[in-house]
């Protein structure tokens, strides 16, 4: 087939190629032939263009604008063109267009992270300081909806450059019959009934009722149709518990939530909010066309969950239950024989992380419990199996080409998995007295890249940062750290790997701290003291405040939960002076496993009292 010399097909010869094969199945009217093949030739062409390296073709001229408010054209959904619409009055706000002259028209964002009004009531909690402002929000009964506080971190956050993940998503959108076979192209039957007398079209009628993915079918939306069949099949041999066999899917329900119309946004979502709490999938070498179905299942709904809610309802809880069902399926039929590297392998562990937060965010005790007692201590198992909680890195850190910066981020996110998995472990014993699933000193992987190197963009910015960090002493692993900080009080000058500490490593570290200690008040490590674990406490603080004394306040904010990290010191500090006190009959300082936050909630409000 010819091409132009810019390295993509012309662009009306392209469409003519559509047209033909639209009309194949039903002699629609020219109207309708051209809009669809209208966008099937965008989506090649833009594709097609940047593969060649050259640029996109012109724009095409302006003919008749869209009447979808931003809102619904954001969303990719049908816009009743009501004033307000009924989707922008269900969130209580107006309608926007771009290309109005009304400045409230270009303030309108492309993306909406909902908030709920719990979260919203909470927010001068979370805002006011004091020694426990996030603990007190985690605990706080009345908090109904994100209580982790993803959505409210997720304000202050970084906002990422999303152009990179937005053009890869473009790519995997190309429909894969039109790429692969031009000359005899085949199209599928019509997934749905044309009406014998066909309305006047609309921009908005004809992408819902002849959508171009259902005519020409993408690799996403290939991989979708594929989630939700295996989705509905394991929800039909559920049960879960005493609740007996759950509510069944509907594949239809189903398809109208997991569409690729929306997952443009929730892939940016996910990166915008919940990454910030657990980054073990790699941003800037993300490919959602190259992406295992597990992953790209958790990362949807994860996004799904932290956008608007789509006509106002959210998704429906049981497809949470059977996508962790789905997804732990697989994590128990892993082979221990498998390769921790292996890119199915880390993308189906990294699903299961992403998995187990969001189950938690539900804040539903039954699920809480399942995922501490059952899903937990299968991912530790499977991870200890595989040998990544031992894994070294082969090489540091260093100048690089794109190969070699490439196979360093996926060893790295080996380690990563081993890191926010221990974290995940030490935020079940530190909240919930669950007894630790992984031994602080069976943790001898090295430990997680600083967030810089772990977010530069390019291999020729991470050789940069790398270069300015060679000077640096590589730290020890995990294990190794803790035992410096039980064994001797440290002074600023005496910490050699101090430079090297980030915020995200002294998380981890005080989650380990606090795991001790919990373990020393249980009975359960007759060798150490508590004096041990003071020595550690204090270590430990003079490492943060030096760490948080390079660190300016705004930058701090971006960093998700290891801003948080000193409540947890303070936490710890607060165990250690109630160990032993009669004053201090307090349930949390049993060691038995609850799924409940009352205890924690009441050991939260004895602390805050103590220290104001």
């Known amino acids: 087939m010819k091409r132009s010399t810019a390295g993509y097909f012309h662009l009306p010869f392209l469409q003519q190629v559509v047209s033909k094969a639209v009309r194949k199945l039903h002699p629609l009217k020219e109207d309708t032939i051209l809009m669809l093949s209208r966008e099937v030739t965008r989506r090649h062409s833009k594709s097609c263009a940047r593969k060649s390296n050259q640029p996109e073709p012109p724009a095409a001229k302006p003919g008749r604008k869209r009447q979808s408010c931003d809102l619904c054209f954001f969303a990719k959904a049908s816009c009743d063109k009501g004033t307000p619409c009924s989707r922008c009055q269900s969130l209580a706000r107006e309608c926007t267009f771009s290309g109005s002259d009304t400045p409230s028209a270009r303030s309108s964002p492309p993306l909406t992270v909902s908030r709920s009004p719990s979260v919203n009531a909470s927010r001068a909690t979370l805002k006011g300081g004091g020694p426990f402002s996030f603990l007190r929000h985690f605990a706080d009964p009345s908090i109904q909806k994100d209580r982790l506080a993803i959505g409210e971190t997720a304000k202050c956050s970084v906002k990422r450059n999303l152009e990179t993940l937005h053009s890869n998503i473009e790519d995997a959108l190309v429909p894969t019959d039109i790429m692969s076979n031009f000359g005899e192209f085949q199209l599928p039957s019509l997934p749905f009934q044309l009406p014998s007398a066909l309305p006047s079209f609309t921009d908005d009628y004809l992408l819902t009722q002849f959508n171009p993915d259902a005519l020409f079918p993408s690799k996403l939306s290939t991989q979708l149709s594929e989630i939700l069949a ?11 518990g005493s609740t007996g066999m759950i509510h069944q899917l509907d594949f239809a329900e189903l398809s109208h939530l997991l569409d690729v119309s929306h997952i443009s946004a929730s892939i ?19 490919d959602p066309g190259n992406i295992t179905n597990p992953l790209l299942l958790a990362i949807f709904l994860s996004g799904a969950t932290y956008t608007i809610p789509l006509d106002g309802k959210g998704l429906p809880s049981a497809l949470f239950d059977v996508a962790e069902e789905y997804i732990f399926r697989k994590i128990a039929g892993l082979s221990t024989l ?31 419990r399942r995922i501490r007692i059952v899903r937990h201590p299968c991912l530790v198992s499977t991870i200890r199996s595989l040998g990544i909680f031992q894994l070294k890195r082969e090489t540091a850190p260093d100048i690089c080409d794109e190969t070699i910066w490439r196979e360093l981020v996926a060893e790295e996110v080996c380690i990563r998995i081993a890191c926010w998995v221990f974290l995940a472990d030490g935020f079940l014993t530190v909240c919930f007295n669950n007894h630790p699933s992984i031994s602080v000193f069976e943790m001898n992987c090295n430990l997680s890249w600083s967030a810089g190197l772990w977010e530069a963009e390019s291999a020729s910015t991470f050789s940069q940062i790398a270069t300015a960090q060679s000077a640096e002493l590589p730290l020890p692993p995990l294990s190794d750290v803790v035992s410096q900080l039980l064994d001797t009080p440290l002074s600023e000058g005496s910490i050699p790997w101090g430079p090297s500490v980030s915020v995200e490593h002294l998380l981890i570290l005080i989650y380990a701290v606090n795991s001790l200690a919990f373990q020393v008040r249980a009975g359960l490590l007759k060798y150490l003291s508590l004096d041990k674990i003071r020595c550690a406490s204090s270590n430990w603080k003079r490492v943060w405040d030096s760490v948080i004394g390079l660190l300016d306040k705004d930058h701090l904010l971006h960093l998700g939960y290891p801003k948080h990290a000193q409540e947890l010191w303070w936490l710890l500090n607060a165990t250690l002076e109630a160990t032993g006190r009669s004053d201090a009959r307090l349930g949390y300082m049993d060691s038995t496993a609850t799924d409940d936050l009352g205890n924690l909630n009441e050991f939260i409000q004895w602390c805050y009292q103590g220290a104001t």
Do not use: C, Y
Request: proline fraction near 5%; glycine fraction near 2%.
């Open 230 to 240: 295996e989705l509905v099949e394991t929800s039909k041999s559920m049960t879960l």
């Open 338 to 368: 498998a390769s921790p590297k292996s890119h199915s392998i880390t993308q189906l562990i990294q699903s299961a992380l992403i998995i187990e937060m969001l189950q938690f965010g539900r804040d539903n005790i039954q699920t809480r």
């Open 268 to 286: 940016s979502v996910f990166f915008q909010s919940l990454h910030w709490h657990l980054p073990v999938v790699h941003f800037p070498t993300f």
